[in-house]
């Protein structure tokens, strides 16, 4: 008899994991508490600019194995776009000076030893004080394991590890900057092409996943939030959705539980989970990019830290934006376009625009709430975990994601054995 896979939340970890089990055989289906999947990885339509945008401007690299797969597996690795190496332009909007790091494609960072290639008015021996972090514990401060000031550190370090921890770095990880460093920097232009889902998250990465399973036969249900487990004999028998909606488990059914912190530890009381959070400030502007624009620049000194140009928008990022969740929408909007003019090359007037901001965008990437992530085993023998938050090695990236999705199917397939 075919069993049972129960994914609760069709985020992106919940879809990864329910499109590797379907493909393993498993009958699959996904529980999807709101009334739209995807999670904080979705596209939707936008009154105010009268365009379809993401609530987040997600950049994956080359490099992201799990996530490219996973793309692959339900046919959209080709929407994943981006230039053919490893380029990244950069400006600094106080001082007017613009710069490209150029990774290359090969296999290893060659590219540190090319002056024309590296960060201007840097040497080898500034790179070289960053190694610490390629064997730093998770337990390690960033700030106590490599400079956190001078040219480098202002103008790559800094960018870099904003985004991918969502902390100051200084207070960040230091293991958990060095598995980026280890798949970026260190493993050359190769792993570090950027990849947008330019026509949006959702059409790349989340309806075909869900249109995927649904072609196989499998139920993908919005709408549907789980209330409680019943639980009998160390596993779980069965899943509360509320009054009569009760689903009893056969035996060698499973559930990979794919929520948020706060939602999981409420469905799993004493569940050490993650306790605080940083926010995430996005910003669209309808307004079409001047001919040339990169993909992507990384601006330095002002509000703006990441611009990204695409057909008919101006997106910008802001990580650790704890700082502007409360600014009044119309002063922020301005305040970011001003900066958008200056590193953009753009000018005029206040164009239509949206501002999102995710006051919970990610778990706080520091030691102490590292270290309250759990791995995806539970004591009760056929429920997993899987989810950016959870203890996936990466900080909450949609590579972390996927993985742990991954992760969560394998081990089900695993205990199938």
Not at 187 to 194: E, I, M, S, T, Y
Not at 361 to 368: I, L, S, Y
Request: hydrophobic share 40%; with cysteine.
């Amino acid at each position: 008899m075919q069993k049972t896979a129960h994914i609760i939340g069709a985020g992106i970890s919940g879809l990864s994991a329910a499109v590797r089990l379907a493909n393993a055989g498993f009958k699959v289906a996904v529980h999807e508490a709101t009334h739209q999947a995807g999670g904080r990885c979705r596209s939707y339509f936008d009154g105010a600019t009268n365009l379809t945008i993401d609530n987040g401007n997600h950049l994956l690299l080359s490099g992201n194995s799990h996530a490219r797969a996973y793309a692959r597996s339900i046919g959209t690795e080709a929407g994943l776009v981006g230039p053919d190496s490893a380029q990244f332009p950069f400006v600094d909007i106080k001082t007017g000076q613009r710069w490209q790091i150029d990774l290359g494609t090969g296999r290893w960072p060659t590219w540190v030893l090319d002056e024309g290639r590296r960060v201007p008015d840097t040497g080898l021996t500034d790179y070289l004080k960053l190694a610490p972090l390629i064997w730093a514990s998770e337990e390690t401060l960033v700030g106590k394991s490599i400079p956190t000031e001078g040219i480098l550190y202002q103008r790559l370090v800094q960018p870099l590890l904003l985004a991918a921890l969502n902390v100051d770095p200084p207070e960040g990880s230091a293991g958990l900057a060095g598995a980026i460093v280890r798949e970026t920097l260190l493993a050359g232009g190769q792993a570090c092409r950027p990849l947008i889902a330019r026509d949006g998250l959702s059409a790349v990465l989340i309806e075909p996943a869900v249109k995927f399973l649904q072609e196989r036969g499998h139920t993908v249900q919005l709408g549907h939030e789980l209330r409680s487990f019943v639980s009998a004999d160390g596993k779980v028998s069965a899943l509360n959705f509320g009054g009569e909606d009760v689903i009893q488990l056969g035996e060698g059914d499973v559930i990979v539980m794919a929520v948020p912190p706060r939602a999981a530890s409420s469905l799993l009381p004493g569940l050490k989970t993650p306790t605080e959070f940083r926010a995430i400030v996005n910003a669209h502007f309808r307004f079409e990019p001047p001919p040339g624009s990169a993909p992507i620049l990384g601006v330095i000194g002002g509000v703006v830290e990441w611009l990204f140009a695409f057909p008919n928008r101006l997106s910008v990022t802001i990580s650790n934006g704890d700082r502007l969740v409360d600014m009044p929408r119309e002063e922020l909007a301005q305040a970011i376009w001003n900066d958008v003019c200056k590193a953009g090359g753009v000018s005029g007037e206040l164009p239509p625009w949206q501002i999102v901001r995710e006051r919970r965008a990610t778990f706080a990437a520091t030691p102490g709430q590292n270290a309250l992530r759990p791995g995806p085993v539970t004591a009760l023998k056929n429920l997993f975990l899987a989810g950016d938050w959870t203890a996936t090695g990466l900080p909450a990236t949609i590579e972390g994601s996927v993985r742990s999705g991954d992760r969560a199917a394998d081990l089900v397939l695993a205990a199938k054995r």
